[in-house]
Structure formats: structure tokens, C-alpha cells
């Protein structure tokens, strides 16, 4: 009776096979746009929502941004400001006024990333009212499949999008020949025309605006075109169907198959996007030839063909990394349709199979958002349908944009870093101007947002932005950290020498410049904001602009000791490294506070808002290493505090940093504490945008709104509950919560260019194994007595468990026991 049960429980309508952990499934079509399912392959996406008689797929093209080069020049006054700042905070500690100078160092908002248009397929049925429903999303293949049946017919509509092809593939079938009729169509929110290409091809031919404004700016004519300059780039969607047996004809309102049995629709996109300091008009590229392109290689393939194609180069990604939990006695959660899930398991249902999921799905979406050179994941990855989406879709780089990189090495999708990585050269180059404009000062700078033109200037639109967010200036130092953690993890000598060491020391040069001499001799900076919140100063007036925030100093203490290491690393530029170890002593120190938390302020002033969402002054405990309980106790200790005192509430992308910092504060059941909290289900259209943080029924982050930082944090955050590797060693199963007391995860990557599978049973490691993908010493912290087979290990005991180390050769594979 038993197994009949388990066996029941694990058929999904239709395809009749169990279910595996790897899928998002409903039994209804999607009502709203975070209902949709989301595909992607870097480049283009697609949200499909899997109606019946008119299926919408919203389109995306990841290049499609308004506007177009970033000026130069913008803000000439913006230097005398900066003098008088300083004088007003060193001088009469007066807070007000240097926030109104830091107003008058502003320069232009970012533009906006943008939606290339929607799909429909009409079906053409009398009845619209299928018998039975299913749609999903399979993470495993990154395919989607909806399937009805009506009067009798079962319809099958798959949708993919071929990283090697460049284009969005729809695979319609009906089960009884000659069954499937259908118009597709096409529209856009942009400026376009409908043409008719040769061969039954529909096009949409559009441009996209000069300037859009961000959508917390009250603005009568927020969006605007320019038809003859430089800003607005072109773009071009090209649609085409083939069908063995259908008939195909097209006209400027879509392209119509008549009684086929299966047939393929092709969607090709491009833009004449051309680089960050080309206009994307005259030196733009020819987006229609690319797609053009495209479609016609990839249409004259077959779907299995295509499809082989998609599968070997997504599984090379994906399969890198595989993460079980056991099952609880009741797992009958995991067979729920995923929001009826989502919704059993924010009311308390045991569901690990979900948390794994979550976890792959994080992975998933990362592979399908970031492939494109120098076009980073943006605060939505690749998907957006709005004209003015909420903060421009753009890169904010006080956390967002950087959380949604925390994973990519630890969760082995190195390559999908890089998109990151060459954005990091574009704002280098725009930021050297704006550090030389703005500030009179050497490097490069970026504030707290960015584009795909590397805007780096403080945003504002001259004075209209807040300075506590718009006046941030500590975007090139922290950006830094992610070119260090790439070598980090790949040990790519070349790529340090070449790409990533000039960079950072670029970064420093601006923070060498940037930082002055407090009244006690230590380097602060100033102005400078924690963002984005307030304090009470002493005299009990509010004010946000002030000296040497917390953050500020250790994401450049952060950055001047990865400088110092790159270059040991390197063996070179001593005289650079020499100053900046100089300078590294210098820095305004960590302060504990009266409530015994780490300060975020130069003083030890109150907070406005005690459960602000971001928690800028732990910088040092996660992303930075500056504070750990195995080298720090005391700022351990503090930064518990300030954990307590802040709560654990906050948007998605704030539950998503919790869930590190208890990770690095080895409190793994604190942090499945904010997993629960980061996967609790969130209004479908909520759009709060502080507090209330949690998931959609699609497991899109909610802030809400969606933001996809969260889930980028949240795969991040879980990684490091199971393994760290931050100050030179390896530590397994760090944080494990009580919840995931057995399990096993492999392909996890750790600093050294390690590949690390884990085994647990009750709490305990049983069994590990180590690829050294280039060599090198490792050192790895358990918390029993561990054997490496094969190898002389020196062992250790130590306050915080057993400390092991080891030579390893290049290729070489370490089996780890444990010994108890
Ligand atoms: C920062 C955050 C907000 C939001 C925005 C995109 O400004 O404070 O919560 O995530 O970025």
C-alpha cells in the first residue's frame, strides 16, 4: 500500500514519469507576469505564460537599453563642492550643509533597460476550456512545456532558447494530424513598424527612446525620442514558422499556420548596440542582417537537432553542480504543484526538495541572464516588460548588482562571471573621466548606479537625488573584489597580470586619492554615506551624509589587501604595493559601539530606522572576510549584535545577505531561519518597496517588486552554509543547519581552484573529495578528525574544530573520510 502511495504521489499529470526536484510546475496558466516562467540564454529571454487559446510570451532582449553614450563634462562645479563638503564636516560638523553640497556634485540618472515586445499564438479552437492543463519549467533542460487537451486533442507547446543558435525556438504539436491552427503576432511598447520580410517572415522594426527616467522621478515627459542622434539605439525582431505539414502565409498583423500536426516557431532579435562609447545610430550594428542571421541558420535545423544542441551546452553548465537533502518522514509537500508548494511551505510544511531547488534555480537563471560580454545581469537579470521599470532595471551597485555575482564561483558557473568582469573594464574607462571631472582625482570611480553605457557620474539629475544613495562613491573598489575572487577561484595567473590587477590597482589609485586625513591622523573619507540610511548626530538632528562610514572603510580595507595580495601574487609593482600597505594601516578602525555592535557610523550615533534593509557596516563579515569568529572574536561578537538589533526582516535581497552573514557567523540554523524567510510566498503584484521581502509563485525574488538580486543571494547565501573558503582554508559544512542533517552536494568550488563533493549523515561529514583543479596547498576545517587518503596530511585540533592540510598535484582527486 505504501509504495502504490509513494508512487502516486510522484506522477505528474500527462507524462506520467516522477517527478524529479528540478521543475516548476501548475496546473493553470499564468495570470500576471510573475506567474510567468522565465527562459533565457544571456542574451535573449522570455517570460511564457502558458494560456490556451492565446499564449503570451513577453521578449527581452538583454542589450536593449535606452539612450546612449554617457557625456562628458556634466558637472564642472562639482570638485568646489566636494572642498566645501569636507570643510563642512571636518571644519563645523555641520551634516545639513554638507548634504546639500554633496546635491550640487551630481551628474545624470542612468537610462533604462527596456522590454523588446510580446508574443502571442491565437489558437484557432472552438472550445477554449482545455479537459486537463499542465505547464512547467524544467530546470534540468532549460525547456518549458505547456500541454491542454481539448475536444479530445492534446496540444504541446515547448519553448527554448539556444545559447548556440541565439534564438528563442517554440516546438508546437497536436496529437491527432492536421489539429494545429494558429496566427501568431507580435507587438512592441517601443517606437516600431511591422514589415514582411521575404520567406513568410514578420519583423518588427523599432528604436528605443533618447532618455528614460527612472521611475521614482516625477517627470511630465519621462520618456523621450530622438530620431536623428546619437541616443536611441535600433532593434529588430524576426519571426518565422516551419511546419512539415501546416500552411504557412504572413501579413503585417502575423503569420498564420493552417491544420498542421507540428510546427516550429522562430524568434531571432537583435539590437545595433556596438559597445559602451559608440553611438549606437551611426556606428551602430546591422540588427537586422544579425538576427537575420540567426533565424535563417537556425531554422533550416530541425527542433531534435536544435534541441540536442541547447541540452549539451546547458548541461555543461548546469551539471556541474548537483545538491540532495534526505526527504522527511511527511514529503508529501514536494509533490505539490509549485505555488500550492511555495504556499504549504511558507504556512510550515518540511520541504528540503524545494530549498534544493530554490538553490539550482538560482543557478538556472544565472546560466539564462549572464552571458553577454560587457551586459551583466541587471536588477531583473534579463527579464523586464516594463517601460520604466522599477529603478530603471539598471546596475546598483551598493549591493545589488554585486549580490547578483556572489554565487557564480562557488556555484562553478565561473564563465557566467564574466559578463561582470567586462562591464568592470567599461566603467573603468567612463570612471576615470568622472574621477578626473568630478573630483580631481587619479583611477577610476562608480557610484551607485550604472548602465549599459558604464555611466559613472553620481546620479541626481544635478541636484534632484537624494546624496544618501546617489553620492555613494565606493562602486570601483567594490566592483575590485569580484576580479580578485575570480582569480581567486581559477588561479589564472594571466588573467591577474592582465585583466584584473590594473583594474583594481585603478580602483585603489581613486581610493589613494579619495581618502584624507581626519583630525587624528586616520585616512577617512568624506563625505560618505552608509547606504542608504540615516543617523541622529549629537546634537539629535538627522543627517546621512558624514565621514568614514563603515562600509566606505572596509570595502577599501577590503580592496587595498587584495591589491597587496595580487601583487605578491604577481611578484611585481612593490613600490605600489608598499604605499597602499602604508595607507592600509592608516585606516579609520572598526568601532565597537555602546549596544556592543559594530558602529556603522564615524561616531556612535542612533539609528532612525533601527530595521533599515541594507546592513552596509558588515561589509567585513560578508562579502569581505575582515571579520570571522576564527580570526576576530570580538568584531564577531559585534556584528552578531548588530545582526539582533537590526532584525531579520527586510526586501528580498536583504533576507538573501542575512542568510550569508549567519553563514559566516556559523549559525546555520539562524541562517535556514532567513532561507524560510527569503522563500515565504509574496503578493503577486505587490509593489511595497521596503519590507515585506519573500518569493513569487515562480520563486522570482520579491522585494518586492521583483528584483533578482535575492535570489542570486539566496544561492549564495546556502553555498556558504555548506562551504567557505575565505582566509586561506577550506571549511566544510561550516553552518549545516539542523534542517539539512544529511545530505550531499558535489561540484561546489572553493578558492584554490577546488572542486569539492560533500557527503553528511547526522550532522556529520561522512565523506569528501577534492579536485585540485591547478594544485596547491589546501588546508581544510571540519569539525571532526577527517583522513585524506593517499597524501601526508598534517591534522590539527583547534578551538573551532580540526584544521588539515595537504599538498595536492594538478588534476589530482583527494577522497576525505571521516574518522569517527
Ligand atoms: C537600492 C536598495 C533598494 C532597491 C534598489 C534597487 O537602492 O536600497 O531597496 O533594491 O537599490
Known amino acids: 500500500m505504501k509504495k502504490i502511495l509513494i508512487l502516486f504521489t510522484c506522477l505528474i499529470p500527462f507524462t506520467g514519469i516522477c517527478q524529479d526536484n528540478l521543475k516548476l510546475w501548475y496546473k493553470q496558466p499564468a495570470k500576471v507576469w510573475t506567474d510567468a516562467l522565465p527562459l533565457g540564454n544571456g542574451r535573449l529571454g522570455a517570460m511564457v505564460f502558458g494560456r490556451v487559446n492565446q499564449e503570451l510570451i513577453q521578449l527581452n532582449e538583454a542589450t536593449l537599453w535606452s539612450g546612449g553614450p554617457v557625456r562628458t563634462n556634466v558637472n564642472p562645479d562639482a570638485y568646489a563642492n566636494l572642498l566645501l563638503a569636507r570643510e563642512a564636516l571636518f571644519k563645523e560638523e555641520d551634516y545639513a550643509k554638507a548634504y546639500n553640497y554633496a546635491k550640487n556634485m551630481q551628474g545624470y540618472f542612468s537610462e533604462s533597460y527596456l522590454p523588446l515586445g510580446d508574443l502571442t499564438i491565437t489558437q484557432d479552437l472552438k472550445d477554449t476550456v482545455p479537459s486537463a492543463y499542465y505547464r512547467d519549467l524544467n530546470i534540468k533542460n532549460a525547456i518549458s512545456t505547456t500541454r491542454y487537451t481539448i475536444n479530445g486533442v492534446t496540444y504541446t507547446r515547448q519553448v527554448i532558447i539556444s545559447a548556440p543558435s541565439q534564438v528563442i525556438v517554440i516546438h508546437l504539436t497536436a496529437s491527432k494530424t492536421g489539429?494545429?491552427?494558429?496566427?501568431?503576432?507580435?507587438?512592441?511598447?517601443?517606437?516600431?513598424?511591422?514589415?514582411?520580410?521575404?520567406?513568410?517572415?514578420?519583423?518588427?522594426?523599432?528604436?528605443?527612446?533618447?532618455?528614460?527616467?527612472?521611475?521614482?522621478?516625477?517627470?511630465?515627459?519621462?520618456?523621450?525620442?530622438?530620431?536623428?542622434?546619437?541616443?536611441?539605439?535600433?532593434?529588430?525582431?524576426?519571426?518565422?514558422?516551419?511546419?512539415?505539414?501546416?500552411?504557412?502565409?504572413?501579413?503585417?498583423?502575423?503569420?498564420?499556420?493552417?491544420?498542421?500536426?507540428?510546427?516550429?516557431?522562430?524568434?531571432?532579435?537583435?539590437?545595433?548596440?556596438?559597445?559602451?562609447?559608440?553611438?549606437?545610430?551611426?556606428?551602430?550594428?546591422?540588427?537586422?542582417?544579425?538576427?537575420?542571421?540567426?533565424?535563417?541558420?537556425?531554422?533550416?535545423?530541425?527542433?531534435?537537432?536544435?534541441?540536442?544542441?541547447?541540452?549539451?551546452?546547458?548541461?555543461?553548465?548546469?551539471?556541474?553542480?548537483?545538491?540532495?537533502?534526505?526527504?522527511?518522514?511527511?514529503?508529501?509537500?514536494?509533490?505539490?504543484?509549485?505555488?500550492?508548494?511555495?504556499?504549504?511551505?511558507?504556512?510550515?510544511?518540511?520541504?528540503?526538495?524545494?530549498?534544493?531547488?530554490?538553490?539550482?534555480?538560482?543557478?538556472?537563471?544565472?546560466?539564462?541572464?549572464?552571458?553577454?560580454?560587457?551586459?551583466?545581469?541587471?536588477?531583473?537579470?534579463?527579464?523586464?516588460?516594463?517601460?520604466?521599470?522599477?529603478?530603471?532595471?539598471?546596475?546598483?551597485?551598493?549591493?545589488?548588482?554585486?549580490?547578483?555575482?556572489?554565487?557564480?564561483?562557488?556555484?562553478?558557473?565561473?564563465?557566467?562571471?564574466?559578463?561582470?568582469?567586462?562591464?568592470?573594464k567599461n566603467v573603468a574607462v567612463t570612471g576615470r573621466r568622472t574621477a578626473k571631472e568630478f573630483y580631481h582625482a587619479k583611477g577610476w570611480v562608480l557610484h551607485h548606479n550604472s548602465d549599459i553605457w558604464a555611466l559613472t557620474n553620481p546620479v541626481g539629475d544635478k541636484g534632484k537625488g537624494d546624496p544618501t544613495w546617489a553620492n555613494w562613491t565606493m562602486g570601483s573598489p567594490w566592483m575590485s573584489q569580484h576580479l580578485w575572487w575570480h582569480y581567486q577561484y581559477t588561479k589564472d595567473k594571466k588573467y591577474l597580470r592582465e585583466v584584473a590587477y590594473p583594474l583594481m590597482k585603478g580602483a585603489a589609485q581613486f581610493c589613494e586619492d579619495w581618502l584624507v586625513p581626519d583630525k587624528d591622523g586616520y585616512l577617512v573619507t568624506a563625505p560618505s554615506v552608509s547606504p542608504e540610511n540615516a543617523f541622529f548626530d549629537d546634537k539629535g538632528k538627522k543627517g546621512s551624509v558624514s565621514i568614514a562610514t563603515t562600509m566606505d572603510m572596509s570595502i577599501i580595507r577590503d580592496l587595498f589587501g587584495n591589491v597587496i595580495a595580487a601583487a605578491n601574487e604577481l611578484g611585481d609593482d612593490k613600490a605600489f604595493r608598499d604605499t597602499i600597505i602604508a595607507k592600509q594601516a592608516?585606516?579609520?578602525?572598526?568601532?565597537?559601539?555602546?549596544?556592543?555592535?559594530?558602529?556603522?557610523?564615524?561616531?556612535?550615533?542612533?539609528?532612525?530606522?533601527?530595521?533599515?534593509?541594507?546592513?552596509?557596516?558588515?561589509?567585513?563579515?560578508?562579502?569581505?572576510?575582515?571579520?570571522?569568529?576564527?580570526?576576530?572574536?570580538?568584531?564577531?561578537?559585534?556584528?552578531?549584535?548588530?545582526?539582533?538589533?537590526?532584525?531579520?526582516?527586510?526586501?528580498?535581497?536583504?533576507?538573501?545577505?542575512?542568510?550569508?552573514?549567519?553563514?559566516?557567523?556559523?549559525?546555520?540554523?539562524?541562517?535556514?531561519?532567513?532561507?524560510?524567510?527569503?522563500?515565504?510566498?509574496?503578493?503577486?503584484?505587490?509593489?511595497?518597496?521596503?519590507?515585506?521581502?519573500?518569493?513569487?509563485?515562480?520563486?522570482?525574488?520579491?522585494?518586492?517588486?521583483?528584483?533578482?538580486?535575492?535570489?542570486?543571494?539566496?544561492?549564495s547565501g546556502m553555498a556558504e552554509m555548506l562551504l567557505q573558503s575565505q582566509n586561506n582554508e577550506i571549511n566544510m559544512l561550516p553552518a549545516l543547519p539542523d534542517a539539512w542533517a544529511t545530505g550531499e552536494i558535489s561540484g561546489l568550488k572553493a578558492r584554490g581552484n577546488f572542486e569539492i563533493s560533500m557527503r553528511w549523515k547526522d550532522m556529520k561529514l561522512t565523506s569528501a573529495s577534492v579536485l585540485a583543479v591547478v594544485g596547491g596547498k589546501c588546508s581544510i576545517r571540519t569539525s571532526q578528525p577527517i583522513k585524506v587518503a593517499g597524501v601526508s596530511a598534517v591534522s590539527k585540533k583547534t578551538a573551532n574544530g580540526y584544521v588539515t592540510a595537504f599538498n595536492t598535484q594538478a588534476g589530482g582527486r583527494y577522497k576525505i573520510s571521516s574518522t569517527i
Open 586 to 715: 592608516k585606516l579609520y578602525p572598526f568601532h565597537i559601539g555602546k549596544k556592543g555592535n559594530l558602529q556603522e557610523w564615524y561616531k556612535d550615533w542612533e539609528d532612525p530606522e533601527p530595521h533599515h534593509r541594507h546592513v552596509s557596516h558588515l561589509f567585513g563579515l560578508f562579502p569581505g572576510n575582515q571579520i570571522s569568529p576564527i580570526n576576530t572574536p570580538e568584531l564577531t561578537a559585534a556584528a552578531k549584535k548588530t545582526l539582533e538589533l537590526r532584525g531579520d526582516e527586510g526586501t528580498g535581497w536583504s533576507l538573501a545577505w542575512k542568510i550569508n552573514f549567519w553563514a559566516r557567523l556559523l549559525d546555520g540554523n539562524h541562517s535556514y531561519k532567513m532561507i524560510k524567510d527569503l522563500l515565504r510566498a509574496t503578493a503577486v503584484s505587490g509593489t511595497k518597496y521596503s519590507g515585506g521581502g519573500g518569493s513569487y509563485i515562480n520563486l522570482f525574488d520579491a522585494h518586492p517588486p521583483f528584483q533578482i538580486d535575492g535570489n542570486f543571494g539566496g544561492v
Open 179 to 424: 489539429q494545429l491552427s494558429f496566427k501568431v503576432g507580435a507587438g512592441s511598447l517601443l517606437m516600431h513598424n511591422m514589415a514582411i520580410l521575404p520567406g513568410n517572415q514578420l519583423a518588427i522594426k523599432g528604436k528605443a527612446p533618447a532618455h528614460d527616467d527612472p521611475n521614482y522621478v516625477d517627470s511630465a515627459n519621462p520618456i523621450t525620442y530622438d530620431v536623428t542622434g546619437c541616443k536611441g539605439m535600433r532593434f529588430q525582431l524576426q519571426i518565422k514558422a516551419v511546419s512539415k505539414d501546416g500552411k504557412i502565409s504572413a501579413d503585417t498583423t502575423g503569420v498564420t499556420v493552417k491544420n498542421a500536426t507540428e510546427a516550429t516557431i522562430f524568434l531571432s532579435a537583435a539590437t545595433s548596440f556596438n559597445g559602451f562609447d559608440r553611438c549606437p545610430v551611426s556606428e551602430g550594428k546591422d540588427e537586422g542582417k544579425i538576427a537575420g542571421d540567426y533565424l535563417k541558420k537556425a531554422s533550416a535545423q530541425g527542433w531534435s537537432t536544435l534541441l540536442a544542441a541547447h541540452y549539451a551546452d546547458y548541461h555543461h553548465f548546469f551539471n556541474r553542480v548537483s545538491f540532495k537533502l534526505a526527504a522527511p518522514a511527511d514529503n508529501s509537500n514536494a509533490s505539490l504543484p509549485t505555488d500550492e508548494r511555495l504556499v504549504a511551505y511558507t504556512s510550515g510544511a518540511k520541504d528540503p526538495d524545494l530549498e534544493t531547488l530554490y538553490f539550482q534555480y538560482g543557478r538556472y537563471l544565472l546560466i539564462s541572464s549572464s552571458r553577454t560580454k560587457g551586459v551583466p545581469a541587471n536588477l531583473q537579470g534579463i527579464w523586464n516588460k516594463e517601460l520604466r521599470p522599477p529603478w530603471s532595471s539598471n546596475y546598483t551597485t551598493n549591493i545589488n548588482t554585486q549580490m547578483n555575482y556572489w554565487p557564480a564561483e562557488v556555484a562553478n558557473l565561473s564563465e557566467m562571471h564574466e559578463p561582470l568582469i567586462s562591464f568592470i
